[in-house]
């Protein structure tokens, strides 16, 4: 079975959180609901990177959707411009060059202005 390099990255990402969680539990409680959320929006931008990379486009602008939402919930910029940046890059895949213009020019790592 093929897995693209983003879905192998996923899964190293879950991997590697799942260890720091069980040998470090202290630093984990410390930094809270932040650090869960933005875990999270990374995973499901990796996810969407996966799709993307598969030519899912539908599937892959779900989770950059998702991952979207749970970072706008802690204010990680750094997932909120990757969602935003990678469905731009989808809706140009898919021609829909008007959507895609709006989402690069929202992304936080604007580099058209």
Same mark, same amino acid.
């Given at each position: +079975?093929?897995?693209?390099?983003? +879905?192998? &990255?996923? =899964?190293?990402?879950?991997?590697?959180?799942?260890?720091? @969680?069980?040998?470090?539990?202290? =630093?984990?409680?410390?930094?809270?609901?932040?650090?869960?959320?933005?875990? #999270?929006?990374?995973?499901?931008?990796? +996810?969407?990177?996966?799709? #993307? %990379?598969?030519? %899912?486009?539908?599937?892959? =602008? /779900?989770?950059?959707?998702?991952?979207? #939402?749970?970072? @706008? /919930?802690? !204010? !990680?910029?750094?997932? +909120? *411009? *990757?969602?935003?940046?990678? &469905? *731009? /890059?989808?809706?140009?895949?898919? @021609? /829909?060059?008007? @959507? &895609?213009? %709006?989402?690069?020019?929202?992304?936080?790592?604007?580099?058209?202005?």
């Amino acid at each position: +079975m093929y897995l693209p390099y983003t +879905m192998i &990255s996923a =899964l190293y990402f879950i991997f590697v959180r799942h260890i720091t @969680k069980l040998t470090n539990p202290t =630093l984990w409680q410390a930094t809270g609901n932040y650090r869960v959320k933005s875990n #999270k929006a990374t995973l499901l931008r990796l +996810m969407g990177n996966s799709y #993307k %990379d598969l030519l %899912d486009l539908p599937h892959a =602008l /779900e989770y950059y959707q998702q991952c979207l #939402k749970t970072a @706008k /919930e802690v !204010d !990680d910029k750094v997932n +909120m *411009g *990757g969602a935003l940046l990678n &469905s *731009g /890059e989808v809706y140009r895949q898919l @021609k /829909e060059y008007k @959507k &895609s213009l %709006d989402y690069l020019l929202n992304s936080p790592c604007n580099l058209f202005v």
